[in-house]
């Protein structure tokens, strides 16, 4: 073998790795691969050898993959609470007797506690990447304990606590208020989030100073569990002052419908939430609004029974997160016009499923409208009135435009146009106007044009004026100057039985001149007044030039189905000179409504499609695929711009999840597990790229930790609860659930990590070093303004100058309290940075 005298090299050592041969500098393999600044941080990463990259592109990059593995780990998490909504959506059959001997009452409850699947499974779906990042941290580093994790653990319940409710109790509508509804649970919660971290200090700086002993570690894990039975037994009310009424016999009896009906209707139903009397009322209420379809109304009807349910603080992070990522979202897309109506039919909050449509109130708005939908005049009459009334709200001073628009009749040839502001004065009820016909001396066929009412332009002016049925009227020109002869048009006529009113029009023939009267009558028949139809008697007045008045009979709909029915009206007693014409008398056949009916069941159909779209987990591959593939879950026809924009960008992570099993497999819990796989992929790449980034830009993990890592895994949870706080009637989705997460994030996020290494290390005989440190200052400070903004919360709800409410209230003291905690959440934040580099001095 040759050596270096042999071959005349002459080799010299060169900085770090690398070496000078022959005046040529060569670098080790073992500096290009692993021995450059901040290679060996990460426990997966980095993937190639980056040795000739620049540090600022590096940190550029590791930024760039660590938002974007947020994005994706978001999504995983999305498909994770669906496996859990599935499981935790689990019922039992509960018998019951009933009035039937032979067929007993049987409802459907859940099997999962509220409180316990909160604490459990809810919890561990909004915290796996903090609790798994600690687990892979210390796995990864050979059973030792690292800082990155625990201070996730505690940067992210410092955001929760401070920031989240900042946010929940700034965002409530001006003058609204929300409490917390189960403020025993919260109370267990509240009290185990402040004693998690102080027992997490006195374990870190008293008992075993910089060590952590199995006994330790036993105590935290066993603290969990504890947790999650003294919530439940606050849920169940085992302790304190029985309740006036068994809220959770109410929970699970008063919320669903008998088993038998259930199947029957199956169709008809969502949980049991959706039932067909509300809907054939929902309909009649959508009659009002002209112009929706069928399809419209099961939107609204979708949209208003999501509004309604009350829902888990999941559902609101998952809707988060879709929004987040141009997915599918868990509420129904409205178009501007269905926004409208909506708004409109949501004016009664009290409204349990499907509000009432807001009806006119003649007391609070004048109706303007024509006396008569139809004149007929003579070509030669030059001038004649046409009076506009006013009804309804009468102390006011209103404004109203009316015009004239072209029909075969032509303005200018035929009549002189109007276009005038018509005011009616207070206390004022008609208006009369003067219409010309224009005389050309030339035979000509009968003729029309229109008079049209319309509201002013001036939003100010529209204010307290309404239009009326009769807003468009149309005028005839004919050659007949006799009074006329009033019947009805047809012998008969047929209505479903669901019309409303049956509007019955009156002519008059053979004659327009001056004004008569003719009165009317309801005869019954098969059809009976007070069980069919609402009859009666009346008069009607054709004002000189009307040609058709109408008769307006309300119609009952039992919704019972039976065989037509009929009754009939009669003219008599004709004066001002008129005469009964031919039919005097006619028949109102009222007919079972199938069509209705048919209709009715389309609408079901379609509204229990639209929500079954809302779900939160799939059924299917195929369903799983298709919404990762299309933007808003294929809803493109309400995707917006910025849906466009988050798709493209995490279209990557929604195909590469759209894989995982879907819920509907194995009760959901196949997804359960491999969406937890995959979540712990990805949180280990997380940790690597936030740890090799602080690195790269001089930041202590510490500082990493509460920052950067604990904002990207807390912001889904925030747009949720912000959601949740305004739409919820309660607190307890929005700030409710944040203590017992908090907790539950160092019972399992610690405890569980530190109990595998704890053993780990006690079989080997080596203490486990868990170094106090920046967390025990990081732990101490935060519990202490834990306490701080517990006590604010409960500061709220105690005292009238908050609104006796954990969340909204006056403006001022609102802005103020959220002012404070987000002030709270900067001085931790400050003070942990300045510890962890020794402005404070080092923790030993």
Not at 184 to 212: D, P, R
Not at 333 to 343: A, I, R
Request: glycine letters at 8%.
């Amino acid at each position: 073998m040759a050596t270096n005298a042999s071959l005349d090299l002459d080799i010299q050592d060169g900085a770090g790795d690398s070496y000078i041969i022959n005046n040529n500098s060569y670098v080790s393999a073992k500096e290009v691969y692993g021995g450059y600044r901040c290679a060996d941080r990460g426990l997966l990463l980095p993937f190639i050898s980056e040795y000739t990259w620049p540090e600022e592109v590096r940190a550029l990059l590791y930024l760039v993959g660590l938002l974007y593995c947020f994005l994706g780990v978001a999504i995983i998490a999305d498909i994770f609470m669906g496996s859990i909504e599935k499981i935790t959506s689990k019922t039992r059959k509960v018998y019951l007797t009933s009035e039937k001997e032979d067929e007993p009452e049987v409802i459907e409850v859940r099997i999962w506690s509220d409180a316990v699947a909160n604490l459990t499974l809810m919890a561990l779906g909004s915290s796996a990447p903090e609790i798994l990042l600690s687990i892979i941290e210390v796995i990864g580093n050979g059973f030792n304990s690292g800082e990155l994790g625990p201070g996730t653990i505690v940067g992210s319940a410092a955001f929760n606590l401070f920031v989240i409710s900042a946010v929940c109790v700034i965002s409530i509508p001006e003058g609204e208020t929300r409490r917390i509804k189960d403020i025993k649970v919260f109370a267990v919660t509240a009290v185990f989030s402040i004693v998690a971290y102080l027992w997490l200090l006195i374990m870190l700086v008293s008992v075993s100073v910089n060590e952590v002993e199995v006994w330790e570690a036993v105590v935290t894990f066993l603290l969990f569990p504890s947790l999650v039975i003294l919530a439940w037994l606050a849920e169940k009310n085992f302790c304190g002052v029985p309740n006036k009424t068994d809220t959770s016999k109410q929970i699970e009896l008063g919320n669903f419908q008998p088993a038998d009906k259930f199947l029957k209707e199956r169709q008809y139903f969502r949980d049991g939430r959706l039932d067909r009397d509300g809907l054939v009322a929902f309909i009649k209420e959508v009659k009002n609004y002209p112009g929706l379809t069928d399809e419209d109304a099961a939107v609204l009807a979708a949209s208003k029974l999501v509004e309604s349910q009350s829902h888990s603080r999941m559902w609101y992070r998952v809707g988060a997160v879709r929004s987040m990522t141009g997915g599918r979202k868990t509420q129904p897309q409205l178009s501007y016009k269905l926004k409208e109506v909506y708004s409109a039919m949501n004016e009664h909050p009290e409204a349990p499923t499907v509000g009432e449509v807001p009806k006119v109130m003649p007391h609070k708005n004048a109706i303007i409208d024509f006396h008569a939908a139809t004149a007929a005049v003579m070509e030669n009459i030059g001038k004649f009135p046409v009076a506009i009334c006013r009804s309804g709200k009468l102390d006011s001073r209103v404004s109203i435009r009316v015009e004239t628009i072209d029909g075969t009749a032509t303005e200018g040839q035929d009549y002189i146009p109007i276009n005038e502001v018509i005011t009616f004065e207070s206390g004022e009820t008609e208006k009369i106007i003067e219409v010309e016909i224009i005389n050309d001396n030339q035979w000509e066929p009968d003729e029309e044009f229109f008079l049209k009412l319309s509201l002013l332009v001036d939003s100010e002016k529209r204010k307290g004026v309404q239009l009326g049925r009769i807003s468009i009227m149309e005028i005839t020109i004919l050659n007949d100057d006799e009074p006329g002869m009033v019947m009805f048009q047809k012998r008969g006529f047929l209505v479903k039985e669901s019309i409303g009113n049956a509007v019955i029009p009156v002519v008059r023939k053979n004659g327009a001149d001056g004004e008569i009267t003719v009165k009317w009558r309801t005869i019954d028949k098969s059809a009976v007044s007070g069980r069919d139809f609402e009859g009666g008697e009346g008069i009607l007045i054709f004002k000189h030039t009307e040609i058709e008045q109408n008769i307006e009979i309300p119609i009952i709909d039992d919704m019972t189905p039976e065989k037509d029915e009929h009754f009939e009206i009669e003219l008599y007693n004709p004066e001002g000179g008129a005469k009964l014409g031919q039919i005097s008398r006619t028949a109102v056949t009222i007919t079972n409504d199938d069509d209705f009916n048919n209709v009715l069941s389309n609408m079901m159909m379609m509204t229990n499609a639209n929500l079954d779209a809302l779900q939160v987990h799939h059924d299917t591959y195929v369903s799983q695929i298709k919404d990762a593939l299309n933007v808003n879950g294929g809803d493109i026809e309400n995707a917006t711009g910025m849906d466009y924009v988050l798709h493209f960008l995490t279209f990557g992570w929604k195909i590469i999840f759209s894989l995982v099993p879907p819920p509907s497999i194995l009760g959901g819990w196949l997804c359960f597990f491999v969406s937890l796989g995959a979540i712990g992929v990805l949180t280990a790449i997380i940790g690597d790229l936030a740890s090799i980034f602080g690195c790269l830009v001089g930041l202590e993990d510490s500082v990493t930790a509460i920052t950067f890592v604990a904002l990207g895994t807390s912001l889904p949870d925030t747009f949720a609860s912000k959601t949740a706080a305004v739409q919820e009637k309660f607190a307890d989705n929005a700030v409710g659930n944040v203590t017992g997460s908090n907790s539950v994030n160092v019972f399992l996020g610690l405890g569980l990590p530190w109990l595998i290494a704890s053993i780990y290390h006690a079989v080997k005989g080596t203490p486990f070093v868990v170094k106090a440190g920046s967390l025990g200052f990081s732990v101490g400070l935060f519990t202490g303004l834990c306490v701080v903004t517990i006590g604010l919360l409960m500061c709220r709800r105690v005292f009238g100058v908050f609104g006796k409410a954990e969340l909204g209230g006056p403006t001022i003291p609102k802005y103020i309290s959220g002012f404070a905690m987000i002030c709270l959440w900067l001085i931790y934040v400050l003070c942990a940075s300045f510890q962890a580099y020794g402005h404070f001095g080092k923790v030993k």
